[in-house]
T-cell receptor, first 112, second 113 residues
């Protein structure tokens, strides 16, 4: 079975500085991996997805993630944080059984 | 276009009562999924439908939980004899077909007193 582990429950950055949200995955087969964002009182929104076509995946709002098989990682990055990026971020695994497996989430705080 | 909608947005009930939570998927989406998100946790899979049939209900915690999708569009999640531990946000998602990107609704926040 696939599982994902988000290494930080809370990340705090200053506006304009880089963002790094870490995720490791565990899978016995080639995974599908996603990052979703959840703003307060809003639905989950897909940021980006990896499906083996390319290891560097670009998403919306300037986010990107790199799939590293040797490290079993799929970290989310953004060069420069904006106040509107403050939200909860979920690393998510998908498999052939169509169920999504969510990490516990990382709360991103952006300080002015 | 319209996204996934869920009603009610909030539901407060008493222990032992019956509740129904409704999900309207994106028009034309054949696959529909239910997840439950407890406080401080990521969503957990409950059940998914392809068309009218429940293709996988292995995530339903016990037989008090049941979901239907009689016409292959709207789905209702039904919880009998609610318990305080059922308090959570119930999320619905839909996708064009099984395995395609899942789009989530805003959720129904259920509080069992």
């Amino acid at each position: 079975a696939q599982s994902v582990t988000q290494l930080d429950s809370h990340v705090s950055v200053s506006e304009g500085t880089p963002v790094l949200l870490r995720c490791n995955y565990s899978s016995s087969y080639s995974p599908s991996l996603f990052w979703y964002v959840q703003h307060p009182n809003k639905g989950l929104q897909l940021l980006l997805k990896y499906t083996s076509a390319a290891t560097l995946v670009k998403g919306i709002n300037g986010f990107e993630a790199e799939f590293k098989k040797s490290e079993t990682s799929f970290h989310l990055t953004k060069p420069s944080a904006h106040m509107s990026d403050a939200a909860e971020y979920f690393c998510v695994g998908g498999g052939s059984n169509y169920k999504l497996t969510f990490g516990k989430g990382t709360l991103l705080t952006v300080n002015p | 276009g319209a996204g996934v909608s869920q009603t009610p947005s909030n539901k407060v009930t008493e222990k032992g009562k019956y509740v129904e939570l409704r999900c309207d998927p994106i028009s034309g989406h054949t696959a529909l999924y239910w997840y439950r998100q407890s406080l401080g946790q990521g969503p957990e899979f409950l059940i998914y439908f392809q068309g009218t049939g429940a293709a996988d209900d292995s995530g339903l915690p016990n037989d008090r939980f049941f979901a239907v999708r009689p016409e292959g569009s709207v789905s209702t999640l039904k919880i009998q004899r609610t318990e305080r531990g059922d308090s959570a946000v119930y999320l619905c998602a839909s996708s064009s077909y099984l395995g395609e990107t899942q789009y989530f609704g805003p959720g129904t926040r259920l509080l069992v007193l």
